[in-house]
């Protein structure tokens, strides 16, 4: 089963915006799709756990599309591991975890749009 969540993200006059899911998800990432409203100016979005501080998508590209990420690698690189599990459909798990929601680097304007999580497995509270 695929739990999913969305939530409304809203910034102004160019300051940053760190907002957090309503659920608290216990399962596996399945993925994230940020679906725009008005933003005017390009910027990143961060998506981590709110205490374990694992980052599940980093640095994406917000602009004036839609961008949607289905994860599917190991959140920590070490020596050949990322060559030896290349292709593997390995996801990240969450355990009694809230999304922390982080969009910097605007420029201008008000912005909106709507982040979807997707969360498969156990539960959502």
Known sequence: MIVTEAVTITTTGGTGSTQYSSKVFDGYIHGFQ???SDLTSTGTITLSGETNGITYWN???ATTGNVENYPREVPV???GASTALAGQ???FPISNERVKI???G???GITSGTLRIFVEGAKAG
């Open 34 to 36: 940020f679906e725009n």
């Open 102 to 104: 982080t969009l910097a």
């Open 59 to 61: 640095a994406i590209t």
């Open 77 to 79: 690189e070490t020596s």
């Open 106 to 108: 605007l420029s201008t």
């Open 89 to 91: 459909d390995i996801r």
